[in-house]
């Protein structure tokens, strides 16, 4: 399993929702009750919570900042063009930009960051890069093409 920002806001939720109930615990302990610090410290522990909900929705917003999600789609396209490419011996030749990629390490599936959503119609979601989105847009008819907002908060 990979842990995903989604995965942390959850959690920090939990933690917000847990702080919440600690403060909420009736104060109306007396002061000259030996119940007092005690219940004081356990009071004391929901600021910890809430603390701890905040570091995890930082390191939620950092994680998806760093987590780009790889496009994986298994054939090769330029990342500018799309599907413009003349393969011959091994290398990869753009007919637009004449960019040239060598595939040795063959049919490794694309590592560009997921920037689009696309729908078939008959509702299949796949999503792809820059490039690839380019190269269904010619390929699929009748598709609908959503652009994903970059790394969500
Ligand atoms: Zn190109
Ligand atoms: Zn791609």
Redesign the pocket.
């Known amino acids: 399993m990979i842990v995903t920002p989604a995965h942390l806001r959850t959690l920090a939720g939990r933690a917000e929702a847990l702080a919440a109930e600690v403060w909420a615990l009736p104060d109306t302990t007396p002061d000259d009750s030996p119940e007092r610090a005690p219940v004081a410290a356990a009071r004391h522990s929901a600021d910890l919570l809430a603390q701890g909900a905040e570091s995890l929705r930082r390191a939620a917003a950092d994680l998806a900042a760093v987590q780009v999600e790889p496009?994986g789609?298994p054939w090769r396209?330029c990342p500018e063009h799309g599907n413009t490419l003349d393969s011959q011996a091994g290398v990869s030749t753009c007919r637009v930009c004449r960019r040239t990629w060598s595939y040795d390490r063959a049919d490794r599936p694309?590592q560009?960051p997921v920037t689009w959503k696309v729908i078939d119609r008959a509702g299949t979601e796949t999503k792809?890069?820059d490039?690839?989105v380019l190269g269904a847009r010619a390929a699929v008819a009748g598709a609908t093409f959503i652009r994903l907002d970059p790394a969500p908060a």
């Open positions: 496009c789609m396209v694309c560009e792809m890069c490039g690839h």
